[in-house]
C-alpha cells in the first residue's frame, strides 16, 4: 500500500480515550483479582475454620499493609463490578452514542472510587 | 447465512453469553452477602460461621466460586489471546489457568464442607 501516512505525530497530545481507559482497567482489575484468588481462598478458609484462625487472620489483617493490599482489592473488585454493569447496559443497548459511553466511562470510574472510599472507612 | 443459536455448539457467543451469565449471578451473590454483612450490628466469628453452616449458603458460595473460575478462565483467555501469541506459551498458560481452577474448585469444596 502507496497510501500516505500522517506524519508528525503529536505522541504527546493522543491520549486513550475514557471508555478505552475504563476498559483496560476492567482487565487489570480482572487480572489482580484472579491473582489474589490463592490468598483470598486462604483467608475464607482461615476465617471459618476455627475461631483460633479467625482471630489469628485478623491479628494479619489489622496490619497497615494487609489492609492497604485489601483497600487495593476492593478497588479492583469494585471497578470490575461496576465496569462489568456498563458492559451489560452496552449489550441491553442501553448505550448508544458516544456522550453516553463518555458519561458512563466516567460514571464508572467516580462510583468505584466512592464506594471503595466509603468501604474502606466502614471496615476500618 | 448460516442462522446460529445461541443453544448450538462451539460458537463464539457460546462463551461470550457464559460470561455474562456467570457475571449476573456472581452481582447478585456479592451485593446479597455485602448487604447481610453490612446490616449486622456485631459481625463477628460466631455470626460468620452460623451464616457459612447453612446448607443453602454453601451451595450457592460453591455456584459463586464455580461461576468466578469459569467467569476468570474466559477472561485469562482473551487476555492471553491478545497478548501472547506463541503457541507453545498460550497453551502452557491456559493449561496452568484451568488446573489451577480446578484445584481452587476442590480447594473450595473443602473449605466450606469442612469446616
Redesign the interface.
Known amino acids: 500500500m502507496d497510501k500516505e501516512r500522517p506524519k508528525h505525530l503529536a505522541l504527546h497530545l493522543i491520549q486513550l480515550p475514557l471508555p478505552g481507559f475504563v476498559s483496560i482497567l476492567h482487565r487489570v482489575s480482572g487480572l489482580l483479582l484472579f491473582l489474589a484468588l490463592p490468598l483470598l481462598l486462604l483467608m475464607l478458609q482461615y476465617s471459618l475454620r476455627s475461631i483460633e484462625t479467625y482471630t489469628q487472620l485478623m491479628a494479619i489483617l489489622a496490619h497497615p499493609l494487609a489492609k492497604l493490599l485489601l483497600l487495593g482489592l476492593l478497588w479492583a473488585f469494585l471497578h470490575h463490578f461496576c465496569a462489568g454493569l456498563r458492559y451489560l447496559a452496552i449489550d441491553l443497548h442501553f448505550v448508544r452514542d458516544l456522550e453516553q459511553a463518555r458519561n458512563s466511562s466516567k460514571v464508572v470510574i467516580v462510583v468505584s472510587l466512592l464506594l471503595t472510599v466509603l468501604l474502606g472507612a466502614k471496615l476500618w | 447465512m448460516v442462522s446460529r443459536v445461541v443453544t448450538g455448539a462451539h460458537y463464539g457467543l457460546r462463551d461470550w453469553l457464559i460470561q ?1 451469565i456467570t ?2 449471578l456472581m ?1 447478585v451473590y ?1 451485593v446479597a452477602l455485602a448487604g447481610y454483612l ?1 446490616l449486622q450490628p456485631h459481625l463477628d ?1 460466631d455470626v ?2 452460623a451464616l ?1 453452616s447453612g446448607q443453602p449458603m454453601r451451595t450457592f458460595t460453591l455456584l459463586f466460586l464455580l461461576s468466578l473460575f469459569y467467569h ?1 478462565w474466559i ?2 483467555r482473551d ?1 492471553v489471546m491478545d497478548y501472547i501469541k506463541p503457541t507453545g506459551v498460550r497453551l502452557a498458560i491456559h493449561v496452568l489457568v484451568i488446573m489451577v481452577s480446578l484445584l ?1 474448585a476442590i ?2 469444596m473443602q ?2 464442607w ?2
Open positions: 455474562r457475571a449476573a452481582a456479592g453490612l466469628y460468620w460461621t457459612f476468570a477472561g485469562i487476555i481452587y480447594w473450595a473449605i466450606l469442612g469446616m
